[in-house]
């Protein structure tokens, strides 16, 4: 195996536009240097990858025959019959070197063709299984352009527009191939197109969609129909109607008009959802050195919405508990993430979009990496550093589950598939935070904007983005490309240490030790290790090109801590033994939230029998500068909080001014069982806490601590009703951890009634509380594969598929034959298959 041994002079510093936070404490005491011990590794192996989601390789782009240049909508909601009525003008080209065109096909889904025309002369056409096959009266020679009309009715369609009653509103979307649902069209990404939508609503109303705003006007019978044109082309997934009784908030950003739309009764909080929406366009337009490439942006809250958002070119859905929060929720439920995870995509997935779905990364890495940018800027370099790391563990957790390539092109039935294994969303942008350690922010800014310059309202793949990263950098990224996007895992390293007195050097050996095929190999990589010392911090780079690589690092003074990826960079695991002393000392004095999160959970497992450690995570749970330090360490002591010492400083952080410290601290006292002063506390908290978040740990804990009085808190509050159901979310996760016939009750009584999450809860408590093998829980849930609401249908296939019992497979098949929201298909799929092993 090949051995790298990394040059001895200190590496370059991190380049400048990497932020460092400030060291919480710079104290320094003389000690005596620690001496390592032979390293106690973890058992191998350190991951194992699960299988590989399960589909068909689909082709990526077909022979193209036909070009859709412009197509105009003209709708209306029939509420009465759940009906989208319409018609529709598309005018189609041929394309060059596709032979004459004597057939249009259009996508078109359960849709009631009623007749096809051309200037106003009736066409032929068949309509068989999803394509509208539309016979032209004469062959279609290159670059003519033909219009045809198509009317027709979507008759309560299956997907892409909901009729929403408890608002009154209808919301109509086409992620990811459910444009075809409700509107005739080619309903595929690489076809882009300009439209128009002439929307008609009763005159109380008020009808959103895509482009700028050309006029309304009042039609005969006091029905007004709104006038909606994109004038630069974009895939048509991205149509979006949104109508109903809405208040449109004014906001602007230099030459740009914002709309916010939102509820009556929801003013204050939708300023407080969207608000930051300026900021984020400005940073965004600088940062990418492209001025936002649409006419204008508006934003719209909707009811169960089935995203968190959806980047509807210029016309952006939201789901309604996502953005209208109340003031006590903050910060835990701050919506900046999502409102710039959304803005991002008009840049990447809108302005630019993935050509197939298999480049899907392309649209949403790029938005996690473009929004986690933006939480840097607007709430602080750690805040953005710990989302990166977030990302991290969310790929190796989804690796684990079902490993595959970021690039990756098979599904069942859905192309939405590709999106579920969880991969695209943090390893798009961890792939992107790695590339930005590798350049610098300046060169891939550059880089970035010279892959969207190139390809201005265009579809674009992978190699696009490599080769305008290339082209800017001067750098070979073929490598990079083929093992971080094109193959899949990540490495995981053994690391050891040896400190030589004489010579002054740290020597550090790391080895790779994920399990190797043809999909994970071995990882070339520049890792960044740092050497804390009395004398100074040295920092350098250990050049991994095979599977063990040394790195010996020359440092003024013995060290005090030594950190392997430091900054947390690399998408990576690592095994790395070191004495409690070290990481005591990282946490007291690293600079980097991450390292101090690091010496955290290296910490953990020895709080319970060394001394140390247990005074110095506690005295972190107090003192750290950050909250989510704090969190984190209040955390780790709640294995020991029956130790006097641990249960007083988690005690002591229940009254942090952070919520998300408070409640960690709440759940951090649930192993004190019998311990009246913490059932007190925990009551008190459950009852009078500023935060429902808070108050809701204090719930989940008190089960814990004192069952009897958990069912008193947990009766009052599932009375209250509260944003998001949060008192009766966290009532419910109680109630099905207390085992008596009255807490099964009061969980039943939830399962019909209450908002969405709150059922979903008690879905869940009820499999709890009787575990596998429950049939009566079994037969309160099945019918409930029936029901309405697509995450209700969704819990309860999950919930099935854990109580175990193989009689309910034949409900489960029944309701996938005829189910066509892909996250439930996605649920029935994975409980048939739970149940049938």
């Known amino acids: 195996m090949a051995v790298v041994l990394a040059a001895c002079a200190s590496a370059p510093p991190p380049p400048a536009s990497v932020p460092v936070v400030p060291s919480p404490r710079v104290d320094t005491v003389a000690v005596a240097p620690p001496k390592p011990e032979p390293p106690t590794f973890r058992p191998l192996p350190l991951i194992t990858w699960g299988a590989a989601p399960p589909g068909e390789l689909r082709a990526i782009v077909p022979a193209l025959t036909q070009d859709l240049r412009h197509q105009i909508v003209r709708l209306r909601f029939d509420w009465a019959r759940r009906a989208v009525v319409g018609s529709t003008t598309l005018r189609v080209a041929a394309v060059p070197g596709g032979g004459r065109l004597s057939e249009i096909t259009l996508d078109a889904v359960d849709l009631r063709i009623q007749r096809v025309l051309h200037r106003d002369r009736p066409l032929g056409f068949t309509h068989e299984g999803s394509e509208l096959r539309i016979r032209l009266t004469e062959p279609l020679a290159a670059d003519t352009l033909v219009e045809v009309t198509v009317e027709y009715e979507a008759v309560r369609p299956a997907r892409g527009a909901y009729f929403i009653d408890r608002r009154h509103i209808v919301w109509a979307q086409g992620f990811a191939e459910d444009t075809r649902y409700w509107i005739p069209t080619v309903d595929r990404l690489y076809d882009k197109t300009t439209w128009e939508f002439f929307v008609r609503v ?42 109903g009784d809405y208040v449109v908030l004014r906001d602007r950003w230099r030459d740009v008009s914002l709309g916010y739309w939102t509820y009556r009764d929801s003013i204050e909080a939708t300023w407080r959802g969207f608000g930051k929406t300026p900021r984020a366009m ?77 480049d899907a990364w392309l649209s949403e890495g790029f938005a996690v990496f473009m929004a986690t940018l933006f939480i840097e800027r607007a709430h602080g370099v750690a805040a953005g550093a710990v989302q990166r790391r977030d990302a991290h563990e969310e790929t190796i957790a989804a690796d684990r589950r079902n490993r595959r390539p970021l690039v990756y092109g098979r599904w069942v039935s859905d192309p ?90 740290v020597a550090l050996t790391a080895v790779q030790v994920q399990p190797r095929d043809s999909l994970t190999g071995l990882f070339h990589a520049d890792v960044d290790v740092e050497v804390l010392t009395d004398s100074g911090i040295v920092r350098q780079v250990a050049t991994v090109r095979g599977e063990t690589t040394a790195v010996v690092i020359p440092v003024p003074a ?122 007190s506390r925990l009551r008190s908290i459950a009852t009078g806490d500023r935060s429902w978040w808070v108050r809701g740990a204090a719930m989940r804990a008190l089960v814990g601590v004192d069952s009897s009085l958990a069912l008193d808190v947990a009766r009052d509050l599932l009375r209250r009703e509260e944003w998001r159901d949060v008192a009766r979310v966290a009532a419910l996760e109680a109630l099905a951890r207390i085992p008596s016939p009255e807490s099964r009750a009061m969980i039943v009584e939830q399962l019909g009634e209450g908002a969405r999450q709150g059922r979903v809860a008690a879905v869940n408590a009820l499999v709890t509380h009787g575990g596998r093998g429950d049939t009566a829980a079994v037969r309160m849930l099945q019918p409930l594969l029936d029901d309405d609401d697509p995450f209700i249908r969704a819990a309860v296939a999950g919930a099935l598929g854990r109580v175990g019992d193989a009689t309910t497979i034949a409900a489960l098949q029944a309701r996938r034959a005829v189910e066509q929201e892909p996250r439930v298909r996605n649920a029935l799929d994975q409980a048939v298959r739970r149940l049938g092993s």
């Open 202 to 243: 009763p005159a109380n109303e008020r009808a959103l969609s895509n482009g700028r705003l050309i006029g309304t006007r009042r039609l005969p019978g006091g029905d007004v129909e709104w006038h909606w044109r994109l004038d630069q082309p974009a895939s048509t997934y991205l149509m979006s109607v949104v109508t």
């Open 282 to 358: 400005e940073f965004f337009s600088q940062w990418t050195g492209i001025h936002y490439p649409w006419s204008k942006y508006d934003q719209a809250v909707a009811p169960d919405f089935v995203f968190g958002g959806m980047e509807n070119v210029t016309a952006v859905t939201m789901s309604d508990d996502a953005i209208l929060h109340p003031a006590w929720a903050e910060p835990r439920s701050n919506a900046d993430r999502l409102v710039a995870h959304e803005l991002a995509h008009m840049w990447f997935g809108d302005y630019v979009t993935m050509r197939h779905w298999d």
């Open 416 to 505: 939405a598939e590709v999106y579920f294994s969880g991969h695209i969303y943090p390893r798009g942008g961890s792939v992107l935070q790695m590339l930005r350690r590798i350049l610098g922010d300046s060169t891939l800014r550059a880089g970035l904007h010279r892959y969207l310059r190139a390809h201005p309202y265009q579809s674009v793949t992978t190699a696009d983005l490599r080769r305008a990263l290339e082209e800017t950098s001067g750098l070979d990224l073929s490598r990079f490309f083929a093992q971080w996007v094109y193959g899949a895992g990540v490495p995981a390293f053994r690391v050891s240490w040896a400190f030589d007195s004489v010579r002054s050097e």
């Open 558 to 679: 013995p060290p005090r801590s030594i950190r392997w990826d430091a900054g947390d960079w690399l998408l990576d695991l690592s095994d790395f033994p070191r004495p409690t002393s070290m990481l005591v000392w990282q946490l007291a004095h690293d600079a980097d939230v991450l390292g101090r999160i690091e010496a955290i959970e290296a910490l953990a497992p020895r709080v319970e029998r060394e001394a140390d450690a247990r005074v110095a995570v506690a005295r972190a749970a107090v003192d750290d500068t950050l909250w989510m330090v704090r969190a984190r360490a209040v955390a780790a002591l709640g294995p020991i909080v029956t130790q006097d010492s641990a249960r007083a400083a988690a005690l002591a952080a229940t009254r942090d001014s952070d919520t998300r410290v408070r409640e960690a601290a709440a759940l951090a006292l649930a192993r004190a069982t019998g311990n009246s002063d913490v059932a």
